[in-house]
Every structure is written in C-alpha cells, then in structure tokens.
C-alpha cells in the first residue's frame, strides 16, 4: 500500500513570492492533516480536514496561508506572500478514523521550505 | 498552555545497549499517547502506542510505559541498534484536544556501533 505522497519534496522560492505544496493521503483515509516542523520540533498541527470540510484551522495564519480539499482526497497548501520565518518542513498525514479518540496518524515525507 | 515536552534532548548508547527515551505531558485530560520515529529527510513514523486504561503496552523490542500519577512516559528500546538512530518525540490526545495530536520536542538518539 502507497504511503502518504507529498510534492515537492524541496522547495527554495524568494521572499513573497507564492508556493503551494500537494499531499495525497493514503487511499480510504478520510482525514487530513497539514503540520508545519522547524528544526528540532515537534510538528504542530496547522489544519485537519475530515473528507473536504475543515474541521480546525484554527492555527492556521490565515493572512497568508490557505489550503483546500476539493474532493475530499488530495490537499494542497498555499502560502502566499512567503516570509523569511516560514522556512520549515510542512508535513501532511492521514488517517483512517474520523473523529476517533485513538487515531493513529500516518505523515508523508514533508516538502523542506527554504524562504531567501 | 497545555504541551508535551521530553527531558533530555540527546540520549547516546553503544549497540545492543537498552534505550530509555523520557517524555512529561501537562495535560491530565490526555488519554491516548503515541511514539513517533524520524530519521533524517522522512517523515515521523509510528512505533508505538498506549490508551490511558493502561499502563504499560509491548511490541517489538520496544515497551512503552504510562505513569498517569506523575504524567509521565517512557519509550524503551532493547537491544538498540545502528538503524534505531533518529529523533523521537512523544504526542498525546485528548480532553479537550480530542482527535488532535500535540508533539513534544524530540530527543536524539544515537547509537554507536
């Protein structure tokens, strides 16, 4: 079974310029998690979908970031202007389980953004 | 605000040595917790879980042990090998972050052949 898919896996882009990064969750996985990690940290939640409906954003900087889940399936993450401190690893992960308690996630491999 | 957080950033141990990882959490809600794995340029990988009805659970050559009085988690790894070299970091859910997991910091480890 294919693992969580994520493009690109680098990224290098200028200050203010846009990027956006893609994530295809494991297949039947209905739930959908978008996580920033700077070095050495822990990732931090930044959006979880369940099927298409955003269920918590709420630490999502929605100046300028934004992400969407058409059908319920890939997700794409937009950060438009880039700053400096956005440099990170932004992890996406899935999850067979809705809402449950006990919810094991599964991450992708991340897409490195490097900010100039 | 309500966090995870480990004790030592780096634990270093020769081969075939036993691995103990600590991890404290501050949120008494928090009844599910997990083990992730990342090793350099992957994404974090699962090694274990544990509920809060229990307090201790076993898999391959690691144990995870739950102390809920003094909020505390361990990871234990036997026979540590070359390939378990990685960060580790520790995630709990619950109470009022139900569905969602909060990551401590990480501890490196290295083992040395």
């Known amino acids: 079974e294919a693992g969580v898919v994520q493009s690109p896996r680098y990224k290098i882009i200028e200050k203010k310029q846009p990027v956006a990064f893609w994530c295809n969750p494991i297949s039947g996985h209905n739930t959908l998690y978008w996580y920033l990690q700077n070095l050495g940290q822990g990732p931090e939640l930044l959006i979880r979908?369940?099927?298409?409906?955003?269920?918590?954003d709420s630490q999502l900087p929605k100046d300028r970031f934004s992400a969407e889940r058409l059908k319920g399936v890939d997700s794409t993450l937009k950060i438009q202007p880039a700053e400096l401190g956005d440099s990170a690893v932004y992890l996406c992960?899935?999850?067979?389980?809705?809402?449950?308690?006990?919810?094991?996630?599964?991450f992708g491999p991340g897409t490195r953004l490097t900010v100039l | 605000g309500e966090s995870v957080g480990l004790h030592l950033p780096t634990l270093s141990v020769q081969e075939g040595d036993n691995s103990i990882i600590n991890c404290a959490y501050s949120?008494?809600?928090?009844?599910?917790f997990i083990w992730y794995k990342q090793e350099s340029g992957k994404g974090p990988q699962f090694i274990i879980d544990i509920r809060s009805n229990m307090d201790k659970r076993q898999g391959q050559r690691v144990t995870v042990l739950l102390n809920k009085t003094v909020k505390h988690l361990s990871l234990q790894i036997a026979a540590t090998q070359p390939g378990d070299s990685a960060v580790y970091f520790c995630?709990?859910?619950?109470?009022?972050?139900?569905?969602?997991?909060?990551f401590g910091q990480g501890t490196i480890l290295t083992v040395h052949p």
């Open positions: 949120n008494s809600a928090s009844d599910y």
């Open positions: 992960a899935s999850s067979p389980r809705g809402l449950a308690a006990y919810n094991e996630q599964f």
């Open positions: 979908y369940e099927n298409e409906e955003a269920v918590d």
């Open positions: 995630a709990e859910s619950g109470g009022t972050s139900y569905g969602k997991l909060t």
